[in-house]
């Protein structure tokens, strides 16, 4: 179970061409549904908005999310140290932003996780490892948001109820991700549930033909030992070493304050009337919790719907709520696709070479 795994054409899985071709039709789509927001108002007064953002409104946020991507490479090699393994901090920075990639192109995000377990399996890191500390950093996220909306409970209910959404949105919210964490947490603390399960259907039709897509009989087994020494795995994570999960949850908190700083310095630049950041830290949780369940990638329509409705409230001027929505999200998504995507670009450089040097080692040292 622990083997790397293979690479097709050189490019790990991943055809360039599609996912290209996800880029464009994403970003096309948020081109239009901005022109769109910008046209059902006064189009006059949120370009005249535009125009006066200065150029620290845009660099700052983008520095902010850079800022993250630092962050977040730093708590991958803690936590991988944790185990006795080593990464470099450019194999970690590279596993985040292209991490943050997958996640910007995927509905729901779905699509970070698994390549980011895939990508440390493929450094040689042990697969119940790199799965560990991968979920468990989802279950530090969702924690995190729970507990800054907790602690900031009276400011939320507050921006719930000025904007008319009610504070049944925040509750739901809330609760919806807590049995995500709940769940997550579950298959966590026992692993060993899948690979029972993958024992009771390997004679069943659905067996039958996962051993035949795998060629492997012996399939639901290996699941189930590789399960259990997960649960062991885990075990040791967050009972023997957690200090260390106490300060990965402490700069995932660092990640979260970033991310509404950024917001509320694209407010600070164009708005000229003084707004608190708690508000505006609350604003982003609000939006955070209740967009992260929609379906589609990037929360792409509704970050730019549910943070213009909010901003609108608190700046009691939608045309600068909508250009303050329509910067951040162009600094702090569309501007990091275009840099999560190079960065996945020499990701699949990376993966051509490594393919070309496994299959010709003769020629490799020769060159020595």
């Known amino acids: 179970m622990d083997q790397k795994p293979e690479q097709k054409n050189g490019q790990g899985y991943f055809d360039f061409k599609k996912i290209l071709k996800s880029i464009l039709i994403l970003v096309f789509a948020g081109i239009a549904l901005n022109i769109f927001a910008t046209l059902i108002f006064?189009?006059?007064?949120?370009?005249?908005?535009?125009?006066?953002v200065p150029w620290y409104g845009v660099v700052?946020?983008?520095?902010?999310?850079?800022?993250?991507?630092?962050?977040?490479?730093?708590?991958?090699?803690?936590?991988?140290?944790?185990?006795?393994?080593?990464?470099s901090f450019?194999?970690?920075?590279?596993?985040?932003?292209?991490?943050?990639?997958?996640?910007?192109?995927?509905?729901?995000?779905?699509?970070?996780q698994p390549f980011m377990i895939y990508?440390?399996?493929?450094?040689?890191?042990?697969?119940?490892?790199?799965?560990?500390?991968?979920?468990?950093?989802?279950?530090?996220?969702?924690?995190?948001?729970?507990?800054?909306?907790?602690?900031?409970?009276?400011d939320s209910f507050h921006v719930a109820d000025s904007i008319h959404i009610g504070r049944f949105v925040i509750i739901?919210?809330?609760?919806?991700?807590?049995?995500?964490?709940?769940?997550?947490?579950?298959?966590l603390i026992k692993p060993y549930f899948v690979g029972k399960l993958a024992l009771?259907?390997?004679?069943?039709?659905?067996?039958?033909?996962?051993?035949?897509?795998?060629?492997?009989?012996?399939?639901?087994?290996?699941?189930?030992?590789?399960?259990?020494?997960?649960?062991?795995?885990?075990?040791?994570?967050?009972?023997?070493?957690?200090?260390?999960?106490?300060?990965?949850?402490?700069?995932?908190?660092?990640d979260t304050l970033l991310m509404a700083f950024s917001v509320y310095f694209v407010v600070a630049s164009i708005n000229p009337v003084p707004i608190s950041f708690v508000n505006i830290l609350v604003t982003y949780l609000i939006v955070s919790i209740v967009v992260h369940y929609i379906p589609t990638p990037g929360g792409t329509g509704g970050y730019e719907a549910a943070l213009t409705l909010i901003l609108s409230e608190f700046l009691s001027n939608t045309s600068l709520a909508v250009s303050t929505t329509?910067?951040?999200?162009?600094?702090?998504?569309?501007?990091?696709?275009?840099?999560?995507?190079?960065?996945?670009?020499?990701?699949q450089r990376n993966s051509r070479k490594m393919k070309l040097r496994d299959a010709n080692p003769a020629a490799d040292d020769l060159k020595k």
């Open 200 to 254: 009771r259907i390997e004679k069943t039709r659905l067996g039958r033909f996962i051993s035949m897509a795998q060629k492997k009989d012996t399939w639901a087994e290996e699941l189930y030992t590789w399960s259990m020494d997960l649960r062991e795995n885990i075990t040791y994570l967050w009972r023997k070493k957690l200090p260390f999960m106490i300060l990965d949850i402490a700069l995932n908190l660092a």
């Open 42 to 52: 006064d189009k006059d007064k949120v370009l005249k908005s535009l125009t006066t």
């Open 119 to 154: 990508h440390l399996t493929a450094l040689g890191h042990d697969s119940k490892t790199s799965t560990n500390i991968v979920f468990s950093r989802y279950v530090v996220y969702t924690l995190s948001v729970f507990v800054l909306l907790v602690a900031f409970m009276r």
């Open 60 to 87: 700052v946020p983008f520095l902010c999310v850079f800022m993250i991507f630092i962050v977040d490479a730093v708590r991958m090699k803690l936590l991988l140290w944790q185990f006795g393994e080593r990464i």
């Open 172 to 187: 739901l919210g809330m609760l919806t991700s807590t049995v995500l964490s709940v769940g997550v947490l579950f298959l």
């Open 326 to 347: 329509l910067v951040w999200r162009f600094c702090t998504y569309y501007l990091q696709i275009l840099f999560c995507g190079i960065m996945f670009m020499y990701f």
């Open 90 to 112: 450019g194999d970690a920075y590279l596993n985040t932003t292209v991490g943050y990639f997958f996640n910007y192109l995927t509905p729901l995000g779905a699509g970070q």
